[in-house]
């Protein structure tokens, strides 16, 4: 039996159309599965609320631990680059918008490296000069940065917190070859091979802007009362 709290949590989660999946939903995701309309697979939102309370529950535990922290991950979905970033900054974790740059985790301490020499660029004054010279100039430079700003470099991070697992593949493999958990929402159109690595799959429809305000919300929540 759920609790008050609960209650008002699934009322939200059908708000946000978080139930709709897709016509032909994977193998894997038949177990999160409620049924199907007009062809088209409807979650079941108790599973739903359950993944979540999971997940908060090993955020909570990680905010918790001393020098912990999570990587908010949102490749290639720059609609919700702005609540990711805002998520980040309000509970003092990492994140990632811009590109997901292959080695960021299993290559951690030479990244660190990469992000100080960067920075360093970006502050000597004749390189600033021809950085800010044209729009145009250095793009290259612009990207590298963009990827690198929101990322802490003091430790690796304790969990990722993934968006979209379709568009973020390369992070899962990284993650999961190096044992961190995985909390992402995953739609129902999820590959088997990529749910198998998920520790802490959301199944949810993942196109519905209000389900991730929501789904950040929450994670706000449970970091700033951990």
């Known amino acids: 039996m759920y609790n008050y709290h609960s209650s008002l949590v699934l009322q939200k989660l059908l708000s946000t159309n978080a139930y709709l999946g ?102 000597d004054p004749e390189f600033k000069d021809a950085f800010t010279s044209s729009p145009f100039s250095l793009p290259r430079f612009r990207k590298m940065q963009n990827c690198f700003e929101g990322i802490m470099t003091h430790c690796i991070p304790n969990c990722l917190v993934i968006m979209n697992a379709n568009l973020n593949s390369m992070a899962i493999l990284e993650a999961d070859k190096l044992q961190i958990p ?25 196109d519905s802007i209000q389900f991730v305000y929501l789904f950040c919300n929450l994670i706000t929540e449970t970091v700033i009362l951990s």
């Not at 979650?43 to 990680?62: G, N, P, R």
């Not at 909390?183 to 999820?190: E, G, H, R, T």
């Not at 990529?194 to 799959?201: D, F, G, N, V």
């Open 22 to 123: 897709h016509r032909i939903p994977t193998s894997d995701f038949q177990g999160y599965l409620y049924g199907f309309r007009n062809e088209m697979a409807i979650i079941d939102l108790e599973k739903t609320l359950i993944c979540l309370q999971k997940a908060c529950k090993l955020v909570a535990s990680i905010i918790r631990s001393k020098e912990s922290h999570l990587l908010l991950v949102n490749i290639n979905n720059p609609v919700y680059n702005k609540i990711i970033q805002q998520t980040a900054k309000r509970t003092n974790q990492s994140y990632i918008n811009d590109k997901w740059i292959g080695g960021v985790l299993t290559n951690w301490e030479h990244m660190e490296d990469v992000q100080q020499h960067f920075q360093d660029l970006s502050e």
């Open 182 to 206: 995985i909390i992402s929402l995953v739609d129902s159109n999820i590959p088997n091979r990529l749910h198998e690595l998920i520790t802490y799959p959301i199944p949810v429809n993942d």
